[in-house]
């Protein structure tokens, strides 16, 4: 796929993701979180703060101005990828856990497309 395919595609895919973790985290996440014991309800909105910063990252990324028309190369990603979630973290058991994944995977897709297609030496 040619490189501009490959940002809208992460672009449309980042969108929706967005609008998926905002749905849960601002709907049946938040009322799940006021639920939960403090330690677990502080590893939730740590996890969220982290759905939040790499969506942001990615987009921030995509929406370069030097990404912009018709490009052969693009620049790294600043946001580093994270560690995995452990096996136990609360969210992998709720409905929220696929935009919770889906944001790894948009930063590790930007990643992917900037080591990919980065700016020779």
């Known amino acids: 796929m040619p490189l501009r395919g490959l940002l ?4 449309h895919d980042t969108i929706a993701t967005s609008e998926a973790a905002r ?10 979180r006021e639920e939960l014991a403090p330690e677990p309800a502080l590893a939730v909105s740590m996890e969220a703060l982290g759905v939040t910063t ?11 101005p030097a990404h912009d028309g018709d490009i052969t190369s ?11 979630l452990p096996a136990d973290h609360p ?9 919770v994944l889906a ?6 897709r ?12």
């Open 8 to 11: 809208d595609a992460l672009y």
């Open 23 to 32: 749905r849960w985290f601002d709907g049946p996440g938040r009322l799940w």
């Open 54 to 64: 790499r969506l942001l990252s990615v987009m921030n990324w995509l929406l370069d």
């Open 74 to 84: 693009v620049g790294p990603i600043a946001c580093p990828l994270p560690p995995p």
């Open 91 to 99: 969210l992998l058991a709720t409905e929220g856990a696929p935009a």
């Open 103 to 108: 944001s790894r995977q948009m930063l590790a």
């Open 110 to 121: 930007a990643h992917q497309i900037a080591a990919n297609h980065g700016a020779p030496a």
